[in-house]
């Protein structure tokens, strides 16, 4: 019988990715999205492939309205759950600190108590993340390392990520969080730092725009591929035990660092074109992330294959594309 998942928050970058890797593998997909005012196919785009797919089922749910997360449970009795929902933006959490603790907390105990409640069997996946390392430098940072959150999106990760352990220790569901830091691609959102970056380097390059502004350049990051790290969320949950781990490159870079190479790429000068704005800089920073993924690749076999420099080149190419595309649309409106 081919098993059937529940992916939340699946119109987002991680989502779409873990559904091409599900529906591969045989799965069907029942991937939840928010109604909102915004156009439906702009909403979609990073599932638009898959919308056709029989094995592909968009419902409609937000994860604080717990009925609404009840009645999928109840109506797929899924084999998978993966809380990927999120407000996920560190800076707009500063701005909106109560609805991303109902999002980003709520969200992930209502998920709980339906899988609790109705079936106990299915498995469990939990977004946590590096930000709940926060401003604990200590490096490269691991399964053992303090947790010290500094933002308000962090610290409802981190009550959501005790939420998980809870759950898994006291009614014994199989419920695991992968601590999982920065991961990027061509459908990461635009209001991230390197997505911001490979789009303006490709609009810049084809004289659609002339100025960058960007906030704190010396951060540094632990930054991977998208699709590399949500094959490791599906690897936790064919595990053995439900755990927590860690995945990350184990490599870090600053944000610096990975503008001078999509500029390069793109053949501009940073000083051109690049605006340092204080209204980019957040209340309290996390300075440095830099990940130790050991227990995953002893014990789940899991590593990353695309490295920083792949990374940064896909995106701004994949940028450039669609630019070029938008461009030759507007000429020809017939076409
Ligand atoms: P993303 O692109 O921002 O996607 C988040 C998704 O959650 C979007 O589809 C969003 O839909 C949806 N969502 C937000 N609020 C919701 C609500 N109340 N009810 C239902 N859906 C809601 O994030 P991502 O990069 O794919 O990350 C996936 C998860 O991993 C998130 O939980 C994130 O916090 C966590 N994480 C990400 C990283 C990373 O580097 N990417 C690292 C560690 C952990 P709308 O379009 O309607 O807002
Ligand atoms: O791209 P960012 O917004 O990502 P951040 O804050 O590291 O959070 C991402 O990774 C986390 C995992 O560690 C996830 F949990 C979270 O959901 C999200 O996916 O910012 C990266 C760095 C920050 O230090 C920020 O201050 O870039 C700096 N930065 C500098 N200028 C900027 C900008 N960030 C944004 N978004 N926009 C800027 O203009």
Request: proline share 4%; net charge negative.
């Amino acid at each position: 019988m081919n098993k059937t998942a529940i992916i939340t928050g699946v119109t987002g970058q991680d989502g779409s990715y873990l559904s091409d890797l599900l529906i591969d593998k045989g799965y069907t997909v029942i991937g939840t999205y928010r109604r909102s005012v915004s156009d439906f196919s702009n909403k979609t785009q990073n599932v638009s492939h898959l919308l056709d797919n029989r094995n592909f089922i968009l419902e409609e749910a937000d994860v604080t309205d717990s009925a609404s997360l009840y009645r999928l449970v109840h109506e797929y009795q899924p084999d998978e759950y993966y809380n990927l929902a999120a407000q996920s933006h560190v800076g707009t959490s500063f701005k909106t600190p109560v609805s991303t603790t109902e999002i980003n907390l709520m969200g992930c105990l209502y998920a709980l108590e339906a899988i609790r409640l109705q079936k106990p069997a299915c498995k469990f996946y939990q977004a946590s993340t590096s930000e709940m390392f926060g401003d604990n430098t200590r490096c490269p940072q691991g399964i053992d390392t303090t947790f010290s959150p500094v933002s308000p999106y962090a610290c409802a990760k981190l009550a959501a990520h005790h939420m998980v352990g809870t759950y898994r220790k006291s009614y014994g569901i199989f419920a695991s969080s992968g601590i999982l830091f920065n991961h990027e691609s061509p459908r990461r959102g635009e209001n991230f730092v390197t997505r911001k970056i490979t789009k303006a380097a490709a609009r810049i390059n084809l004289g659609l725009q002339k100025e960058l502004r960007l906030g704190n350049l010396s951060a540094q990051r632990d930054w991977g591929h998208a699709a590399d790290f949500v094959r490791g969320m599906w690897m936790m949950l064919q595990h053995e035990k439900a755990d927590d781990f860690v995945l990350a490159t184990g490599r870090t870079n600053s944000v610096q660092k990975f503008l001078e190479y999509v500029f390069a790429f793109a053949g501009l000068e940073i000083k051109d074109h690049v605006i340092i704005d204080p209204k980019f800089y957040r209340p309290c920073e996390v300075p440095k992330l830099w990940g130790n993924p050991d227990k995953a690749i002893i014990e789940l076999g899991w590593s990353p294959e695309c490295d920083f420099e792949e990374l940064a080149f896909e995106m701004y190419e994949e940028d450039l594309r669609r630019e070029k595309e938008k461009l030759n649309k507007t000429d020809n409106p017939d076409v």
